[in-house]
């Protein structure tokens, strides 16, 4: 089973002063298994973000942003309890720029 997939990413830290403001959308290709109630799937697409930060060092405030596209994939497993419920679990990686996000989420699935 292969399937379009979203979501919309959004993270702020404040610390010392300084501040970043991280806004993204996850576009991506679902790929899925099933074996009876389990699933094990893998997903491909792309980040669209973008960040801003501002701080102040030796009393000078000083501010700037950056977004771009870039490449998320991930993995994960679900078990469905009933046809309409279920539990999943799931790892992703976005490259952003020189780094990599890591991004661990367990959640609950209700189907309509």
């Excluded at 930060?53 to 679900?78: E, K, L, Y």
């Amino acid at each position: 089973m292969l399937a379009p997939g979203g979501d919309f990413q959004k993270l702020k830290i404040q610390k010392l002063g300084g501040e970043i403001d991280f806004n993204g959308f996850n576009l991506s290709a679902v790929g899925a298994l099933p074996m009876g109630p389990l699933v094990i799937f893998g997903k491909v697409g792309f980040l669209l973000w973008d960040a801003e930060w501002s701080d102040i060092t030796g009393g000078a405030p000083f501010s700037g942003s950056f977004d771009g596209t870039d490449v998320s994939f991930g993995v994960g497993v679900g078990l469905n309890f009933t046809r309409n419920l279920g539990l999943r679990a799931e790892w992703e990686r976005s490259k952003l720029i020189n780094a990599d996000a890591d991004f661990v989420s367990v959640g609950l699935v209700y189907r309509f």
